[in-house]
């Protein structure tokens, strides 16, 4: 139901763009959303697109990639991408695309991977230093 792509290997201040595309009924996930893994580390937030009514929508981002990463997302595609610029060693790791149709308790829930009911496939993304 999420297919994420877009990875690949670039050097340090280069760019990607990350695709997840959403099949089946995208129309409820309100919020979409991206986590990574590193190696040996545990899955860590990045950032969240969460909708609220037809025309508002919020964004959040994880302190490490604030300024850097931007989230968007394309209703008409049922696909969220994340833009990901100055990118830094520390940035490699798996990411993965999420969904869920909603999720309660704000920030600190989208924080928590426990929170998010749907996963696609990581992308890899490695940072050459």
């Known amino acids: 139901q999420l297919q994420a792509s877009g990875g690949g290997l670039v050097q340090v201040g280069g760019s990607l763009r990350l695709s997840c595309a959403a099949s089946?009924?995208?129309?409820?996930?309100?919020?979409m959303g991206w986590f990574r893994q590193a190696p040996g580390k545990e899955r860590e937030f990045v950032s969240a697109?969460?909708?609220?009514?037809?025309?508002?929508?919020?964004?959040y981002y994880a302190d490490s990639v604030k300024g850097r990463f931007t989230i968007s997302r394309d209703n008409a595609k049922n696909t969220v991408y994340l833009q990901m610029n100055s990118l830094k060693p520390e940035d490699t790791a798996v990411y993965y695309c999420?969904?869920?149709?909603?999720?309660?308790?704000?920030?600190?829930?989208?924080?928590?991977?426990?929170?998010?009911?749907?996963w696609g496939q990581g992308t890899e993304v490695t940072v050459s230093s």
């Open positions: 697109h969460k909708r609220s009514g037809t025309s508002v929508s919020y964004t």
């Open positions: 089946g009924r995208t129309d409820s996930y309100y919020v």
């Open positions: 999420t969904a869920d149709r909603s999720i309660l308790g704000g920030r600190s829930a989208l924080y928590d991977r426990n929170s998010w009911g749907d």
